[in-house]
């Protein structure tokens, strides 16, 4: 007959196996993340001026991939989930001279950018724009995150690719 410290071991020792066999599976899968942040305080010209890293953001992602449906990725476009719409997350918070916002995929700031009005006459050239007309009944199927320069393109980043792949939003076309 087994002790029944004898029982113990035996029963964390198989305990033990199943915890590591389901686990196993499970190593590399990552959760992945995506966002987009507002930087605090500064116009596009001044965000452009300083470095990635130093721009101050704000607390909370203005965009995530929750609420986001799809992304093309050949040609940089989102969809957004049914009952989401930009210009109403951003209502007020586009001034004509641009609202600048930085993409952060898995934890990690990858780019600048900007949210631009349509109506303003001002423009940056240089950083990936999200351009629209800010106002509440605006209702868009997509947006498209331009960018004039395809050679040195910030949006093609693998980073932003593999955070988007994994989780379910790029578009194959």
């Known amino acids: 007959m087994m002790s029944s410290k004898t029982r113990l071991y035996i029963i964390l020792l198989i305990t033990l196996f199943l915890v590591s ?34 721009l101050p953001l704000e607390n909370i992602p203005i965009l995530s991939h929750k609420e986001i449906e ?5 040609e940089h476009t989102f969809s957004l989930k049914e009952g989401y719409s930009l210009e109403e997350i951003l209502e007020g918070k586009v001034p004509l001279s641009g609202k600048p916002f930085v993409v952060v995929a898995d934890g990690e700031r990858i780019y600048m950018g900007s949210f631009w009005t349509l109506i303003s006459s001002l423009y940056i050239p240089g950083i990936p724009t999200i351009c629209s007309i800010w106002y509440k ?29 994994g989780l379910g939003k790029i578009k194959q076309e």
């Not at 799809?70 to 050949?74: A, D, G, L, Q, S």
């Not at 009944?137 to 988007?164: M, Q, W």
């Open 21 to 54: 066999g389901c686990n196993k599976d499970n190593r590399d899968t990552t959760a992945h993340n995506f966002s987009i942040y507002l930087v605090q305080n500064l116009s596009a010209t001044e965000a452009m001026s300083r470095k990635l890293d130093e």
């Open 70 to 74: 799809t992304y093309n990725w050949k």
């Open 137 to 165: 009944d605006n209702k868009k199927d997509s947006y498209t995150i331009g960018y004039g320069d395809k050679e040195h393109d910030p949006r093609d980043d693998i980073r932003v690719y593999e955070a988007l792949k």
